[in-house]
């Protein structure tokens, strides 16, 4: 099978990176042409045959001239339809998989897969992969920068809600062009185009399947990880957070905790935002971002990890990563991080945003080492996806 990625970062960036990169490797190990579609970087470690990708916007640098005529760009491409093309007429795929493409790569790649299939003959599947809630909401999380709150409010289509509210980068002019991408894409009926819409989470499916048109293409998986044989790791005394130190995952909750429990010792791994105010908790260890090993030690020997987000989370990986290091987590009941914790097994949940119930269950959980003891020998047996099962599933949806 010849199966063309779609993703507008075409290096490590974050998830949808991790996700694409998995996968590509793994389809090819067993037989499959894989080639990747995205922006031109200096750091892309993928690539396609013809070497066409769109040129790099970055939206916080380059020219002024450039700076002007992003706004059009985000909505419609039409040097993402001709390079695409470039790489659909050499490839002659048999799915399309999309990921990320707003704004850089814009749905107009969508239009010309269809009409390159039409012209040619070539029957392409298209697939796409929500990684977060673009779809649906012009900032992508549904959850508005200003106020840092959960925001369903362009549900249903009313986006214009996103330039009321200053939801793109607290810009009016960011949100307007935002609203009208998702109008103009929504108008045009882009999205009937698309097969099939896999959803990491059985939360996300209920957002999408708000649109009618989304509805009878969703169908929930949750993403995979590689399982690895891990001893019993001797525990640390110290509770863990790896992730971005930004507002919406809860830092600013978990911050006021830590202050109200100096008798534990917490580690911070990561970097946002909000490293400042961490670095002045006396009780907090910043030890900034850790891959590899070193991030793996580090979560091993944590007596389990706090998962604090405010937002809708899909499937967080980090929830995922924890218990396969059999690390029990304590994450908040929010989005999809429910369905990745097996209560009083694998983990615990808390109300999300709720400081008190927070301390009290970090205080409880870290005093009673025999349930830390019982949770981590559980996580073991945490039934997630391999790279190989997950991929077994997408092949039968590339086929089917």
Not at 93 to 114: A, G, M, R
Not at 273 to 285: F, G, R
Not at 306 to 311: A, G, L, Q
């Given at each position: 099978?010849?199966?063309?990625?779609?993703?507008?970062?075409?290096?490590?960036?974050?998830?949808?990176?991790?996700?694409?990169?998995?996968?590509?490797?793994?389809?090819k190990?067993?037989?499959?042409?894989?080639?990747?579609?995205?922006?031109?970087?200096?750091?892309?470690?993928?690539?396609?045959?013809?070497?066409?990708?769109?040129s790099?916007?970055?939206?916080?640098?380059?020219?002024?001239?450039?700076?002007?005529?992003?706004?059009?760009?985000?909505?419609?491409?039409?040097?993402?339809?001709?390079?695409?093309?470039?790489?659909l007429?050499?490839?002659?795929?048999?799915?399309?998989?999309?990921?990320?493409?707003?704004?850089?790569?814009?749905?107009?790649?969508?239009?010309?897969?269809?009409?390159?299939?039409?012209?040619?003959?070539?029957?392409?599947?298209?697939?796409?992969?929500?990684?977060?809630?673009?779809?649906?909401?012009?900032?992508?999380?549904?959850?508005?920068?200003?106020?840092?709150?959960n925001?369903?409010?362009?549900?249903?289509?009313?986006?214009?809600?996103?330039?009321?509210?200053?939801?793109?980068?607290?810009s009016?002019?960011?949100?307007?062009?935002?609203?009208?991408?998702?109008?103009?894409?929504?108008?045009?009926?882009?999205?009937?185009?698309?097969?099939?819409?896999?959803?990491?989470?059985?939360?996300?499916?209920?957002?999408?399947d708000?649109?009618?048109?989304?509805?009878?293409?969703?169908?929930?998986?949750?993403?995979?990880?590689?399982?690895?044989?891990?001893?019993?790791?001797?525990?640390?005394?110290?509770?863990?957070?790896?992730?971005?130190?930004?507002?919406?995952?809860?830092?600013?909750?978990?911050?006021?905790?830590?202050?109200?429990?100096?008798?534990?010792?917490?580690?911070?791994?990561?970097?946002?935002?909000?490293?400042?105010?961490?670095?002045?908790?006396?009780?907090?260890?910043?030890?900034g971002?850790?891959?590899?090993?070193?991030?793996?030690?580090?979560?091993?020997?944590a007596?389990?990890t706090?998962?604090?987000?405010?937002?809708y989370?899909?499937?967080?990986?980090?929830?995922?990563?924890?218990?396969?290091?059999?690390?029990?987590?304590?994450?908040?009941?929010?989005?999809?991080?429910?369905?990745?914790?097996?209560?009083?097994?694998?983990?615990?949940?808390?109300?999300?945003?709720?400081?008190?119930?927070?301390?009290?269950?970090?205080?409880?959980?870290?005093?009673?080492?025999?349930?830390?003891?019982?949770?981590?020998?559980?996580?073991?047996?945490?039934?997630?996806?391999?790279?190989?099962?997950?991929?077994?599933?997408?092949?039968?949806?590339?086929?089917?």
């Open positions: 099978m010849k199966i063309l990625l779609v993703n507008k970062f075409l290096y490590p960036n974050g998830g949808s990176e991790t996700y694409i990169f998995k996968l590509g490797n793994y389809l190990s067993i037989g499959h042409t894989v080639e990747y579609f995205g922006m031109e970087h200096e750091g892309r470690c993928v690539s396609n045959t013809v070497n066409a990708y769109t790099d916007m970055g939206f916080h640098s380059g020219s002024k001239l450039k700076k002007i005529f992003y706004p059009l760009k985000t909505i419609y491409s039409k040097e993402a339809r001709k390079k695409i093309r470039l790489v007429n050499n490839l002659k795929p048999d799915v399309v998989h999309l990921n990320n493409f707003n704004y850089q790569l814009t749905p107009s790649i969508i239009l010309e897969i269809k009409k390159w299939s039409k012209q040619t003959k070539q029957k392409v599947k298209i697939v796409f992969t929500a990684h977060d809630y673009q779809l649906l909401c012009p900032n992508h999380m549904m959850n508005n920068p200003n106020t840092h709150k925001c369903e409010k362009c549900l249903g289509g009313k986006f214009s809600n996103c330039t009321k509210n200053n939801c793109i980068h607290g009016k002019a960011k949100s307007l062009i935002g609203s009208i991408e998702a109008y103009y894409w929504n108008f045009r009926g882009v999205y009937k185009n698309i097969d099939t819409m896999i959803c990491c989470s059985e939360f996300m499916k209920t957002k999408m708000t649109n009618p048109v989304f509805r009878p293409k969703t169908l929930a998986l949750h993403n995979f990880i590689d399982t690895e044989e891990t001893q019993n790791t001797a525990k640390q005394d110290y509770v863990l957070y790896f992730g971005r130190y930004s507002e919406e995952k809860g830092i600013s909750t978990l911050i006021s905790v830590c202050k109200q429990l100096p008798n534990i010792h917490f580690i911070f791994a990561g970097s946002g935002p909000l490293e400042a105010q961490i670095n002045q908790v006396a009780n907090i260890t910043n030890v971002f850790k891959t590899g090993d070193e991030l793996k030690k580090i979560i091993s020997e007596l389990f706090v998962y604090p987000s405010e937002w989370e899909n499937c967080p990986f980090s929830v995922m990563e924890s218990q396969m290091y059999r690390t029990p987590v304590l994450g908040a009941n929010i989005g999809g991080i429910p369905e990745l914790i097996k209560e009083d097994k694998t983990g615990l949940l808390f109300e999300s945003d709720n400081a008190e119930e927070l301390k009290t269950k970090i205080q409880a959980l870290y005093e009673n080492k025999n349930k830390i003891s019982e949770y981590s020998s559980n996580c073991k047996n945490s039934t997630f996806d391999t790279t190989k099962e997950y991929c077994d599933k997408l092949l039968a949806i590339y086929s089917k």
